[in-house]
């Protein structure tokens, strides 16, 4: 909540306390309209704010007693439908004056600070990449930050190979949504002893995945692929061994497909004869 909002809301409940009892109930209805029609207002914006359609338009929202005003200019009429339906959408809201302006030349003027879309497009691409990079069985080693700005992807940290590391850009550039991979990662050879190694491959071979947890990092991984339709593949899981099944566009969509299932830690072999182009 913003000062200058909550500075409002303060001295409105100081109005309705200097009041006298009559009209106490009348000015609390007022404050409790007013948070109401606050509240439309947000989740209208955040809408069009999230919208890829919308984001980049100027577009303003005010909201009295359930009608909602929209201003600014967008590109398309289409465009414009789209703004009323949304406020449509929301909750109290009962009728629309639709004042947005189309212009077919319009060009949105340029921002040198991120959008609120923009900024939730690139958490969810942090967020998706370190998924990928944590499930893989080839990134055990990575030390890895990753940083977002307008799709464009930073990964710092540290890797104990050039496999890894190239994987890492590969895992990264393959997400839905990342324009670009900066790999910064430092290649370190790990320092591992020959008792280090031969415990870590006594818990490697005496600990199997559970298979719902692979099922679901396999799914997941296809999901947030931007060269894999991954609502379209079902996947599941038996003693390691992940079975793909549905219709993809073409070959190499499939082969990445199960590239990808490959990829995820627990994964013993994948079955792929119910993928079908």
């Keep these: 909540m913003n000062t200058s909002f909550r500075k409002t809301l303060i001295a409105s409940a100081i109005a309705v306390l200097s009041l006298g009892v ?18 439309q207002e947000s989740q209208i914006w955040t809408t069009f704010a999230l919208s890829p359609y919308l984001r980049a ?26 703004a009323r339906q949304i406020a449509l959408g929301v909750s109290g809201v009962t009728s629309v004056d639709n004042q947005i302006v189309v212009k077919p030349e319009y060009v949105a003027p340029p921002s040198t600070e991120r959008r609120y879309g923009e ?4 958490a969810t691409i942090t967020s998706s ?4 990079l944590g499930w893989s069985k080839y990134t055990n080693g990575l030390t890895t930050d990753v940083d977002t700005n ?15 590391k190239s994987l890492a850009s590969q895992l990264t550039m393959n997400t839905r949504g990342v324009a670009s991979v900066d790999n910064q990662l430092v290649v370190v050879a790990p320092k591992a002893t020959i008792v280090d190694k031969t415990k870590a491959v006594t818990t490697e071979a005496g600990h199997d995945v ?15 692929s931007s060269n894999v339709d991954g609502s379209d ?7 390691g061994v992940v079975t793909l ?6 070959g190499a969509e499939r082969a990445l497909a199960i590239e990808l299932a490959k990829n995820v830690r627990g994964v013993k072999s994948v079955q792929s004869k119910g993928l079908k182009v």
Excluded: C, H, P
């Design 22 to 39: 009559g009209n106490t109930a009348f000015a609390a209805d007022t404050v409790a309209q007013d948070l109401i029609e606050a509240r």
């Design 129 to 132: 990449v370190k998924s990928k």
């Design 119 to 122: 900024v939730i497009d690139d």
């Design 150 to 164: 307008r799709g464009n992807v930073k990964l710092t940290g540290t890797a104990d190979s050039e496999a890894a």
């Design 233 to 239: 593949i079902k996947v599941d899981t038996k003693n």
């Design 210 to 224: 559970a298979d719902g947890w692979i099922s679901t990092k396999v799914k997941s991984t296809l999901l947030y």
């Design 57 to 82: 338009n100027d577009l303003k929202v005010a909201v009295d007693n359930g009608k909602a005003t929209l201003s600014g200019t967008v590109e398309e009429g289409v465009n414009k439908d789209l």
């Design 245 to 250: 099944s549905g219709r993809v566009d073409t």
